[in-house]
């Protein structure tokens, strides 16, 4: 079974302060997604990455940034974190075309 | 443009009902794949059908079943026999190819089963 594994099911973080949330996966899947949940809204995709060291710009990329420095690995960061950045985080992993996405718990992250 | 509707935002359904969850896409490809998932409370996404434009046959596992219907952009989710357990949101994605590897989700379906 894929094992996509985020680091923290909970975060609380200030207003201003650099948060990190990290991905891993164990299928050596080449793709790797993060989105953002929130209701009503359904699942957006805040950037992806096809490969190491490459990532392109979902829908809502704005105050955001990733790392993929290892395949296994997909970092999502705030650089400045703010109160709309309050939200549940997913992560995702996808091998070959046409294959599902498989997803971790996901973080529920608090702006305060 | 890539794009999935799930109109029904909540429903309620008792126990042993059957229910359908609807899921209407549009797409230019002519080649694409559609996705349901289900997302308990806990909160995971967890994978349920795949299913590739080229083949409209229905499936059937077990309570579930899934309807495709390429003449009306149509891929409907009915759970048979609904139990508590069934209690999630679910959400209806498309995967075009020559996109990244996107998905294109619906902004889901809260299903409450009242025992």
């Known amino acids: 079974d894929v094992k996509v594994t985020q680091s923290s099911r909970y975060l609380v973080k200030r207003t201003g302060e650099k948060v990190f949330l990290e991905c891993v996966q164990d299928m050596d899947h080449e793709n790797m997604f993060w989105y953002r949940q929130d209701p009503g809204l359904g699942l957006r995709l805040i950037y992806f990455?096809?490969?190491?060291?490459?990532?392109e710009k979902g829908d809502i990329p704005e105050g955001y940034s990733v790392s993929r420095e290892k395949k296994e690995r997909f970092s999502l960061i705030l650089e400045s974190a703010s109160t709309n950045q309050t939200s549940m985080y997913l992560c995702?992993?996808?091998?070959?075309?046409?294959?599902?996405?498989?997803f971790g718990d996901g973080t529920r992250l608090s702006i305060l | 443009a890539q794009k999935v509707t799930q109109a029904q935002t909540e429903i309620s359904v008792v126990e042993k009902e059957d229910v359908t969850l609807d899921c209407v896409y549009e797409?230019?490809?002519?080649?694409?794949?559609l996705f349901w998932y289900k997302q308990p409370p806990s909160g995971e996404l967890v994978f349920l059908i795949r299913?590739?434009?080229?083949?409209?046959q229905n499936e059937i596992s077990g309570r579930y079943s899934w309807n495709f219907q390429k003449s009306t952009s149509s891929f409907n989710f009915t759970i048979t026999a609904s139990q508590v357990v069934d209690s999630a949101v679910y959400f209806c994605a498309l995967s075009p190819p020559n996109t990244g590897n996107q998905f294109y989700f619906g902004t889901g379906t809260s299903l409450t089963v009242i025992p």
């Open positions: 995702a992993s996808r091998g070959r075309t046409y294959q599902p996405q498989h």
């Open positions: 299913r590739n434009s080229f083949d409209e």
């Open positions: 797409t230019r490809d002519t080649t694409y794949y």
């Open positions: 990455s096809y490969d190491v060291k490459m990532k």
